[in-house]
């Protein structure tokens, strides 16, 4: 049996995007027969909002989609460089503070642009719904389907996986 490949979502506040992206993608693991093999955690580079839930404008976009959004937040911390394979960052302010926090440059390999993934959606970052209005969930929502599921198909077809 080895080891389940552990995949960390990180945003700002850990309330909206990053849960979003751990929820989506659990769902299309679990969909995928793999939820012993992939693990999915999130967290928020701020600690805004520590313990809370998720924000009740991305819970109402994900349950239009049939995703539940479950999960408390917390603050992300360089112990996750070793307990995660791979850290998806949001956007690249996301990207740049927790790279900041890898003092000895030595988890570089293990960050990348959650977008980078998407196979329709051309964005670069998935952006900030959080001062914003409804369309912005739901845009948050869709981009992170089509990022999720990029994702799931590189993770599968990865030597790292398939050894
Ligand atoms: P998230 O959204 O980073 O996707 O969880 C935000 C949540 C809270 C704040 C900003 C973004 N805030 O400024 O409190």
Same mark, same amino acid.
């Given at each position: 049996?080895?080891?389940?490949?552990r995949l960390l979502f990180v945003?700002?506040?850990?309330?909206?995007?990053?849960?979003?992206?751990?929820?989506?993608?659990?769902?299309?693991?679990?969909?995928?027969?793999?939820?012993?093999?992939?693990?999915?955690?999130?967290a928020?580079?701020?600690?805004?909002?520590?313990?809370?839930?998720?924000?009740?404008?991305?819970?109402?976009?994900?349950?239009?989609?049939?995703?539940?959004?479950?999960?408390?937040?917390?603050?992300f911390?360089?112990?996750d460089f070793?307990?995660f394979d791979l850290i998806l960052a949001? #956007?690249?302010? =996301?990207y740049?503070?927790i @790279?900041? %926090? +890898?003092?000895?440059?030595?988890y570089?390999?293990k960050v990348r642009?959650?977008?980078?993934?998407?196979?329709?959606?051309?964005?670069?970052?998935?952006?900030?719904?959080?001062?914003?209005?409804? #369309?912005?969930? =739901?845009?948050?929502?869709? @981009?992170? %389907? +089509?990022?999720?599921?990029?994702?799931?198909?590189?993770?599968?077809?990865?030597?790292?996986?398939?050894?």
């Open positions: 049996m080895t080891k389940p490949y945003c700002l506040g850990n309330i909206c995007r990053s849960p979003s992206a751990e929820n989506i993608m659990q769902h299309l693991i679990a969909e995928a027969g793999l939820s012993d093999r992939i693990l999915c955690d999130s928020g580079t701020s600690s805004y909002h520590v313990g809370s839930s998720p924000d009740r404008r991305m819970r109402a976009a994900a349950s239009q989609r049939g995703i539940t959004l479950q999960g408390s937040a917390r603050q911390t360089t112990a070793e307990a949001m #956007d690249e302010d =996301n740049r503070n @790279l900041a %926090m +890898d003092r000895h440059d030595r570089g390999d642009l959650m977008c980078d993934y998407a196979e329709h959606f051309r964005d670069r970052e998935v952006p900030d719904p959080y001062y914003g209005g409804p #369309d912005g969930f =739901n845009y948050v929502i869709d @981009l992170l %389907m +089509d990022a999720c599921q990029g994702l799931l198909t590189q993770i599968q077809q990865s030597a790292e996986f398939t050894a």
